[in-house]
DNA sequence: CTGGGGACGGGGCCC
DNA sequence: CGGGCCCCGTCCCCA
């Protein structure tokens, strides 16, 4: 189960609750860009009624009745392999799976744009307030960002150092922090209307993409389009190295960090 | 270790 | 400009 973050709205003050799996880029708090601090669930501010405190982004629809933290220590046991160590180390993305920072204490109250150490969640939570204010003072995706390198200001996120070059790219890349398109049945929630879609039929069972060698069917149409490559005889992704073939680049890459090529 | 399915994220294109 | 959709890709899990 995701562990959840929290991080103080510079505006209201008040705690936003997040998912860490799905928000963290490279450890980082999508709000605010600063390393935030985890708290248990039950430490977490709560309303009268119980629900927790949930603010900032009007359409930030976390809330209430998911089943959302189990252990506050342990970070995440998963990724055995990191397939993007050398090769995607460069610019930006693998922000999609990074894990919670470091469960030390002395590391986890430290403020990530300073580093100043703080003796409390809290205490830290008041100093960030401060980056916070300092450096968003409106709404943040244009203003105070340097011209590139043809003169043009770039769009840049504010929930996240990503930048682009038209609004409309920003805007899409906001919705996988605000996430606003969310499931009936269990809450979870999607950037975007389709993934809710293809979402909902893991709920629904629909398969509405068939293969036409076998019986089989899909809910995901890239699914499908994985499936049909175990058809073929010839694969589309080969090793370099010994010839091999395989249906899917991520198994051409497990087979080449395992060894094969290098190690043997 | 390998192969494959399930779930999902994001950029780009089209309307 | 925004929404819908396609495509490519990743990650996780399991047999």
Redesign the pocket.
Known sequence: MDPLWSCVDSSSGLVEVLVAS?FADRGRCPLCALVPERYPLAELPTTTDGSLVSTCSPTLLWSVGLPLYSAPSAP?P????D??SPS?SGE?D????SDPPSPDPAERFRCGRCGKSCSSPAALSRHQLSHCAAAEPGLGAVENAPAGPAGRVPFRCKHCP?E?N????L???I??HT?PCVCNTCG?A??????L???I??HTGE?PFSCPHCN?A??????L???L??HSEV?KYQCNTCS?T??????L???SV???CSSA
């Open positions: 799905k995440s998963n990724r055995p392999l397939l993007s995607s930006e693998e922000g999609r799976t990503k682009y038209s609004l409309g790219a805007k899409m890349h919705r996988s996430l979870k999607f950037s975007r209307p389709w993934l879609r293809g979402h039929r893991t398969r089989r899909f809910a995901d149409r890239s699914n389009r994985a499936h490559q175990t694969k091999r395989f249906s899917r680049m991520s198994l890459h497990k087979h395992s060894g094969c």
